[in-house]
Nanobody, 129 residues
Framework: QVQLAESGGGSVQAGGSLRLSCSIR????????IGWFRQTPGKEREWVAL????????TYADSVKGRFTISQDNVDNTVFLQMKNLAPEDTGMYYC??????????????????????WGHGTQVTVSS
């Protein structure tokens, strides 16, 4: 069973930075798609960034492109989300999720969230103006 645990959330002022971590246990494939998603107040949960774990290809939502960076540590099975130049609209609960057995062409932002079978419990990010 895959288990994901997010950490690193907190409160920052606009323009600040945070680094989120997603610790992953129980992955059985080398080809996986790990994503960061967020639930902001009044909006549906949206994808933020994806990484294909074997080839380390990355994809970003337009709203975070150039400010957020997704990366991984294969030794510790951890996926990071480095967030810079944060804005109040980035406030929300951030989740990581796994889509196992996904190749590069399958690890896209258009992939339905329902296909991500395993989710963490989330970490809160609050950005004040």
């Amino acid at each position: 069973q895959v288990q994901l645990a997010e950490s690193g959330g907190g409160s920052v002022q606009a323009g600040g930075s945070l680094r989120l971590s997603c610790s992953i246990r129980g992955l059985t494939y080398s080809n996986n798609c790990i994503g960061w998603f967020r639930q902001t107040p009044g909006k549906e949960r949206e994808w933020v960034a994806l990484i294909q774990t074997r080839y380390e290809t990355t994809t970003y939502a337009d709203s975070v492109k150039g400010r957020f960076t997704i990366s991984q540590d294969n030794v510790d099975n951890t996926v990071f989300l480095q967030m810079k130049n944060l804005a109040p609209e980035d406030t929300g609960m951030y989740y990581c999720a796994a889509l196992m057995g996904a190749g590069v062409s399958y690890c896209r932002g258009t992939r339905p969230q329902s296909e991500f079978s395993d989710w963490g419990h989330g970490t809160q990010v609050t950005v004040s103006s």
